[in-house]
């Protein structure tokens, strides 16, 4: 099976899936070039002020969600707000606007979410910068709730879309309204980086050490970043389990528990370059991935022992993200060193390393967890740190098997070092085994067949016997260098790929083929403006969808 992939450092991908945020297409209103106005709803101001002063003081404590955003609770559906119209083909799209003055970000949460086959809601900004869906009925779920990825700005669209056929059918209503007003948008990404997190911390592409290096670079593809509770930022990781079946199964900390079917992950946000705890900007991947993200999740065991939640996700994974499912040890043995990865602060991925031997400790007392939690203690890190945010990500030995989970600590940025200070990891071995029920331990859901085995590999050492897997030759990767407006496509699947390069209003403005030693579509000649390059695979009818943002300013 050829493999799509791409690196980009602007700020969008759209490609096809089959359980996640389709990131195909566009609203129906672009497509038609419809420009009515609808009167905006404007969320009323609060005292941030007041919310940055409790942040300076919950930052200090990596036992809860690393807050990022305002939660405006709202009552806005389709019979009491927005704007509906019928349109020639006799289906009819409901538009709602909704400012919050000085937003950063917006996102949203549904608390009615029902809508019928072939129905699709996509979210983008005022001035159609950044684009989000298509949503459609995948995520109608047994809550019908739903929560959203973040849209960049103030100033914000939702476009729902039914047709003829199913007219009436859909069932909407949102109730939070999420004013985001410390995350990044893609002119911070351009002008001064992901900074987000402290200088201290060093990218997951950074060295940590030539007896890690193979491994680190399989198990940053198990980490995701987690849009918990609304309005906070946790990190947790793909767990395998001993049937080997690729089971979307996530470790986190049960301090980041809550309202799990709005959950949404985010995978593979990694960094273009390598800031390794300097005071350099980190460059967003942007499109690739900033839309790996899928939603919703189910909490299947958890305990406060050892501070840990174990989910599965219900939104679905693709298979084309690349991803990996991290291996465990649960004998309880104390590892030599230990490496984190992590997304402190909701910034981009991060490592750190701690070279000395873990401590085990009994009941540690941890910030605002209210039990006593058995935990793995890191003395000092050697190498990065962790912060808010950081908080339910993997401890991994070793062997790059999960020995724990981030409950919290003192560790945090002193400039380009760290404080010294020590974090605390519940134990998994705790996890693994504490109480009687499927609800309260680990074993029951990660060997199901009752095997008996005290460590696991990653996934993919697993099903090929051992040793990391080379990166497979039969791949496609697209990635769009902003600064000559140049897509090149590096085509180790030696296909031949037809493309069609469409405006923001879906209006197709050239094509081509792409040879098999064809390698660039140069597009330095179009205005600055968000662009969709359509690929199909010759060969096999396939198809993937890329998004660029030319910016005549380089």
Known sequence: MIKYKFLVIVFFLVYAVHAQVTNKGVPKSWQLAYKKSSTPVVMKPFNLKQVQKEDAANDLDKSQPWRFGYEHKVNLGLNNSGDWDVLPDGSRIWRINIISKGAKTLNFVFNTYKIPRGATIYLYNNDRSDLLGAYTNIFNGPDEMVGTWLVEGENVWIEYHEPKAVKGQGKLNISKVVHGYRTFTTKEIEEKGLNDSGDCNVDVNCPIGDDYSELKDQLKKAVGLMLVNDSGFCTGTLINNTNNDKAPYFL???????????????????????????????????????????????????????????????????????????????????????????????????????????????????????????????????????????????????????????????????????????????????????????????????????????????????????????????????????????????????????????????????????????KTIDLKDRASGMYFIYFTDTSNGSSFTKKVIINQRF
């Open 252 to 518: 986190t900390a049960k301090h980041c528990s809550g309202n799990e079917s709005r959950w949404v992950f985010r995978f593979n946000w990694i960094s273009v370059n390598t800031v390794c705890a300097t005071t350099d900007s980190s460059i967003s991947n942007g499109a690739n991935n900033f839309y790996q993200t899928t939603n919703g999740a189910r909490v299947l065991a958890t305990n406060s022992k050892s501070d840990f939640e174990l989910v599965e996700i219900t939104g679905g994974l693709d298979e084309r993200w690349d991803l990996e499912w991290a291996g465990w040890d649960n004998s309880d043995d104390t590892p030599n060193f230990a490496v984190g990865i992590h997304h402190p602060n909701g910034d981009i991925m991060k490592v750190c390393r701690e070279n000395s031997t873990l401590t085990k400790l009994e009941e540690v007392l941890i910030g605002r967890i209210p039990d006593p939690v058995d935990s793995w203690e890191v003395q000092d890190w050697d190498i990065g740190v962790t912060e808010g945010g950081s908080s339910g990500s993997a401890l991994f030995d070793t062997n790059g098997r999960i020995v724990g989970q981030l409950a919290g600590g003192g560790a945090a940025c002193n400039g380009t070092n760290d404080n010294n200070l020590p974090d605390y990891y519940g134990r998994f071995a705790v996890s693994w085994d504490f109480g009687t029920t499927d609800s309260t331990r680990l074993s029951n859901w990660l060997d199901p067949s009752n095997t008996g085995k005290e460590t696991l590999d990653m996934l993919s050492i697993e099903i090929t016997g051992g040793g990391i897997p080379p990166v497979e030759e039969d791949e496609v990767l697209v990635f769009f260098k902003v600064s000559e407006a140049l897509v090149e496509i590096s085509n180790g699947a030696n296909k031949i790929l037809d493309y069609s390069v469409y405006d923001i209003a879906g209006r197709e403005i050239t094509s081509g083929r792409l040879l098999r030693n064809d």
